[in-house]
């Protein structure tokens, strides 16, 4: 059998693991400080039971124990006493029952127990925030976690799925978990608050504002400073408000907040640069709908949605055409007099040269595929 991050690929025959592929921080697990390992090389390691990866590192559950490889930022790999951002050759876990599941962010991983089902984690993140304490690596338990299926991570806060309810674990300065407070839940999974018989399928967050989707419905907690939860405020929630609009999908969770419903599009938070409205309102507390780009040779419907910096913001339509508005320090738009860092508060056609940029930029940061019929909104 073969598992892969997407980088690195492991291969698992009768017990031996062997990979290839990218190894820049060590996740080929093969000892060697090349960049890239074109064929399967073994790695050594006793019999292999089961093997995970994700985000640059992998773990291996076998007959003598849990061993880890691979970017170890924070001390996330769970190796008491290992201060090295990159681990090159296994190392074993500081876990001494089996582990049967792991779950990985970008700056964390959750090591599930198999005898009772409990959770670990590993408190590097969170301790060189506050202590002194951060080169002990080992992982610890996450009270209340036993019943938790699957994880959706952000940076500072992770979400537990369980059948009956939603659980939250992390940094919760601004009330980003969504359980009534502030404090940090670092040693407890806190259930979130959500009304009776609300179960919610799906979170979105960017570490600081929330949302939490349940069947069209939305709720949102946390940071809203520029108004981003949309829920017609300015202040810091941390119980989640229920939107007032049904909620297909968040489309970027941030200082400006993008969301389809139905078919439309619909935007809250700051609009210092017009990114969202025209006017001259710099904050938008409640959703309200984005206007078709009534641009000759633009054809809906719009097919990508990309939202840079919080300050410009990118539509690609269905016949290759890139419109967009907001902050242009880059010469974004294609357009005649005035300064370039001034901002296009109108629908504007981006220039040949930025278009081919966005087409082929994978990494930009809020891209979506969307598929929204022609109206007289997206």
């Known amino acids: 059998m073969t598992e892969t991050d997407g980088e690195t690929t492991m291969s698992l025959d009768c017990g031996w693991l062997s990979a290839s592929g990218d190894n820049s921080r060590g996740a080929c697990g093969v000892g060697t400080d090349e960049p890239w390992v074109d064929r399967h090389r073994p790695i050594i390691l006793p019999r292999v039971e089961l093997v995970r990866g994700g985000h640059g590192r992998w773990v291996a559950q076998t007959v003598s124990g849990t061993f880890a490889w691979g970017w170890n930022v924070y001390n996330c790999l769970g190796i008491a006493s290992c201060n090295d951002e990159v681990v090159r050759s296994p190392m074993r876990v500081a876990i001494d029952d089996k582990v049967h599941d792991v779950s990985f ?137 229920e939107l007032r609009v049904l909620v297909d999908q968040i489309i970027t969770a941030s200082d400006v907040t993008i969301i389809r419903s139905g078919s439309d599009l619909m935007a809250c938070g700051d609009n210092s640069t017009h990114v969202i409205a025209s006017d001259s309102r710099s904050v938008i507390s409640y959703p309200m709908p984005l206007t078709m780009p009534a641009i000759h040779g633009v054809e809906g419907p719009f097919t990508k949605v990309v939202l840079m910096n919080d300050t410009t913001l990118f539509l690609l339509s269905s016949n290759g055409k890139w419109v967009g508005r907001g902050a242009d320090p880059h010469s974004f738009f294609d357009r005649d007099g005035g300064s370039f860092d001034d901002d296009v508060s109108s629908w504007t056609l981006v220039t040949e040269s930025h278009a081919t940029e966005l087409s082929n930029d994978d990494n930009v940061r809020f891209m979506m595929v969307l598929s929204v019929p022609v109206g007289s909104r997206l």
């Open 105 to 241: 962010a970008e700056h964390k991983t959750f090591f599930r127990q198999k005898t009772d089902n409990t959770w670990l984690f590993c408190p590097g993140q969170f301790l060189s925030q506050s202590s002194d304490d951060s080169d002990n690596g080992a992982p610890t338990s996450i009270g209340n976690s036993g019943s938790v299926t699957h994880w959706t991570h952000f940076d500072d806060c992770s979400f537990g799925f369980t059948p009956d309810e939603l659980r939250a674990f992390g940094r919760n300065s601004y009330g980003q978990c969504g359980v009534g407070w502030v404090d940090d839940a670092l040693d407890y999974l806190e259930p979130v608050i959500l009304p009776d018989g609300v179960i919610a399928t799906d979170v979105v967050s960017d570490g600081n504002s929330t949302f939490l989707l349940a069947h069209h419905r939305c709720f949102a907690c946390g940071r809203n400073n520029s108004g981003q939860l949309g829920i017609g405020s300015t202040d810091d929630t941390y119980t989640p408000a």
